[in-house]
């Protein structure tokens, strides 16, 4: 388990909703981290993507809980 600052459970949103709510997050939150539940089965790839895109850190998956954890990046 990681240490987080800040959790969302996003359930089944898909690709541009989850994003945007994550994105949303972790703007708002400079260098913490953020614990998301998320169902949908293309969120590994989406928050992978998300990622190498913004420099957002996705520091480690939990597959069977579907469970991200994230480090926004610093301003």
Not at 28 to 51: K, N, S
């Amino acid at each position: 388990m990681i240490k987080h600052h800040h959790e969302w459970d996003a359930g089944e949103l898909g690709c541009g909703e989850l994003v945007l709510g994550v994105r949303k997050r972790l703007r708002a939150q400079p260098g913490q981290v953020l614990r998301l539940i998320a169902l949908d089965t293309g969120a590994a790839v989406d928050l992978q993507a998300f990622c190498n895109m913004t420099g957002d850190a996705l520091l480690a998956v939990d597959p069977t809980s579907k469970t991200y954890w994230l480090r926004a990046r610093e301003k």
